[in-house]
């Protein structure tokens, strides 16, 4: 770490002979243990100190086939801790033993190019992943897929869903820039299109019923997430001129209520998540080299990667702050996560880096 930002002891991690692009997955349970994916096919669990507890191979196949692009999703059922992820052969359920990843089931049909990662909603047993051109909703006990909806163009990013009664829906994006929405419960499906490819996931703004989206044709979209057609009261598609790939990251705490997300041309964006207007950019320190990372806000700060391998922490007002930007030894391409819980606050922001490390930083 180049920067004097203060590491939390025992990190970077550095996971040998290991790329990652998958951020890092917290137990939210304990805060104790976190996972990530390589693109080698291991998932690694590692203790809050960095340690490693175990890391298993789930894909004999190995190489793109068994890659991990996409964050874990770690969930309690009972008194056991399942971790759900894709591989470009399929989702996986394994539970924690505590000493090794224990594979519970991996879906019968063979996936490939899954660019999400597994949506679960433990109260009704459903997991949401899309898969090419099928969006799949797969019962977290067997295995077994309940519900496949083909659509054109091939899927990416992750699902956003709300699976509460009298919504029932969950949206999702595809290359031929079209945002699906579909109904949990039978299947049906609306969509809208953009003049580009969509190569992020849909942030769902369930106070206001609105879904934000982002297109490589450089604009940030707002729509009425039941129909997908309505653009509501006040907004304006916001137009960068530059192609985005980031998912947007809407941070409710401020007022007016905020959208953040990142471009190809290496800046960071936050925009007014109501109407769409311009608020501030803050152009990274290296030009035009992507953001692809989601931008996360906490305590007023806006922290994000970068593919110029660079993890940047503003204030929302735009303002870099001390020390900071963090530099590694390769893309920062996954979003940072907030770790460290306390009971009260969060205590540390973690990342991975292309350099086949896990980078943990004290917040202040």
């Excluded at 025992?10 to 976190?34: C, F, K, M, Q, S």
């Excluded at 604009?219 to 980031?246: F, M, Q």
Aim: some cysteine.
């Amino acid at each position: 770490i180049s920067a004097p930002v203060t590491p939390v002891s025992g990190y970077p991690v550095t996971l040998t002979g290991e790329t990652i692009h998958a951020p890092v997955a917290y137990n939210r349970d304990t805060e104790t243990e976190l996972y990530v994916g390589t693109q080698s096919g291991k998932l690694y669990a590692l203790n809050l100190d960095g340690t490693t507890r175990w890391s298993t191979a789930f894909d004999a196949t190995g190489g793109s086939t068994a890659s991990i692009i996409s964050a874990p999703r770690v969930v309690k059922e009972g008194s056991d801790t399942f971790i759900y992820f894709a591989t470009n052969s399929g989702v996986w359920k394994v539970r924690d033993t505590g000493t090794s990843g224990s594979s519970i089931w991996k879906t019968s049909t063979g996936m490939v190019s899954v660019k999400g990662e597994p949506i679960v909603d433990p109260v009704n047993s459903n997991l949401y992943i899309g898969s090419q051109t099928m969006l799949y909703k797969i019962n977290t006990s067997t295995g077994s897929e309940t519900l496949t909806i083909t659509v054109t163009g091939n899927l990416t990013g992750s699902v956003a869903v709300d699976d509460a009664l009298g919504v029932n829906s969950c949206w999702i994006g595809s290359e031929l820039g079209n945002v699906y929405g579909a109904n949990t419960t039978n299947g049906g499906i609306s969509n809208t299109a953009t003049l580009g490819t969509i190569k992020s996931s849909p942030f769902y703004d369930n106070v206001s019923g609105n879904i934000y989206f982002t297109s490589t044709d450089g604009k940030v979209y707002c729509r009425t997430a039941a129909t997908l057609t309505a653009v509501p009261a006040g907004w304006t598609d916001y137009n960068t001129t530059n192609s985005i790939e980031t998912t947007p990251f809407v941070n409710w705490a401020e007022t007016p209520k905020a959208l953040y997300f990142g471009a190809n041309n290496g800046k960071m964006y936050k925009i007014n998540a109501a109407t769409g207007a311009w608020m501030w950019e803050y152009q990274t320190g290296t030009g035009s080299t992507a953001i692809k990372s989601m931008a996360v806000v906490y305590n007023d700060v806006v922290y994000f990667g970068s593919d110029d391998g660079r993890c940047y922490a503003l204030g929302t007002d735009g303002i870099p702050k001390s020390n900071w930007p963090v530099i590694t030894g390769g893309a920062v391409k996954a979003a940072p996560v907030l770790g460290g819980w306390n009971g009260s606050a969060y205590t540390r922001i973690t990342f991975t880096s292309n350099d086949g490390k896990v980078y943990s930083l004290q917040i202040p």
